[in-house]
């Protein structure tokens, strides 16, 4: 019997533990595509993208410092591969300037350009203005209490991937 001919169950019957292990994923989809898409409408006049953003996010909080491609990586749970294309773009229309890291010569260190220190200016508070919307159904000690929960699920789904 091959997966697809399998009887689907009905949600309705399954056992309470059987459903969460349903909605988890859907749910994390739709909140995710949701918010992704959200802040694409709302800084595309910036001509920037939400993964744009998180890199100059990253940059932004690792200060004068810069930060390296993998470390940036690792911090947008992202393939290497990818970050290096974005850092490509990026650094071709100034938001960001890559240098050869002093300490290790075959890493590259980042840093904010100015304009790129402008974008994020203008879309962290669209970002801003966004969450709170998003967060407003929830009273603070709920946003405090989601928060947290979600950054063990984050945390938990990382290390799940990091299994073989």
Same mark, same amino acid.
């Given at each position: 019997?091959?997966?697809?001919?399998?009887?689907?169950?009905?949600?309705?019957?399954?056992?309470?533990?059987?459903?969460?292990?349903? $909605?988890?994923?859907? !749910?994390? %989809?739709?909140?995710?595509?949701?918010?992704?898409? @959200?802040? =694409?409408? /709302?800084? +595309?006049?910036?001509?920037?993208?939400?993964?744009?953003?998180?890199?100059?996010?990253?940059?932004?909080?690792?200060?004068?410092?810069?930060?390296?491609?993998?470390?940036?990586?690792?911090?947008?749970?992202?393939?290497?591969?990818?970050?290096?294309?974005?850092?490509?773009?990026?650094? $071709?229309?100034?938001? !960001?300037? %890559?240098?050869?890291?002093?300490?290790?010569?075959? @890493?590259? =260190?980042? /840093?904010? +350009?100015?304009?790129?220190?402008?974008?994020?200016?203008?879309?962290?508070?669209?970002?801003?203005?966004?969450?709170?919307?998003?967060?407003?159904?929830?009273?603070?000690?709920?946003?405090?209490?989601?928060?947290?929960?979600?950054?063990?699920?984050?945390?938990?789904?990382?290390?799940?991937?990091?299994?073989?």
């Amino acid at each position: 019997m091959l997966p697809q001919d399998e009887p689907q169950s009905d949600a309705l019957h399954d056992p309470p533990e059987e459903q969460v292990l349903r $909605r988890l994923p859907p !749910l994390l %989809r739709r909140a995710w595509y949701s918010l992704n898409q @959200a802040f =694409r409408r /709302r800084i +595309a006049h910036l001509d920037l993208t939400p993964d744009q953003y998180t890199v100059l996010r990253n940059l932004h909080e690792a200060g004068s410092e810069g930060i390296t491609q993998s470390e940036l990586a690792t911090n947008m749970s992202s393939d290497p591969n990818t970050v290096a294309s974005l850092v490509d773009r990026m650094e $071709r229309a100034e938001l !960001l300037s %890559r240098q050869t890291d002093p300490e290790d010569r075959r @890493a590259r =260190r980042l /840093r904010l +350009a100015p304009a790129g220190r402008k974008k994020y200016r203008a879309a962290r508070s669209l970002a801003n203005t966004l969450q709170t919307e998003v967060l407003a159904p929830l009273s603070p000690p709920e946003t405090e209490q989601f928060l947290t929960v979600l950054e063990k699920i984050a945390a938990a789904c990382r290390k799940a991937a990091e299994k073989d």
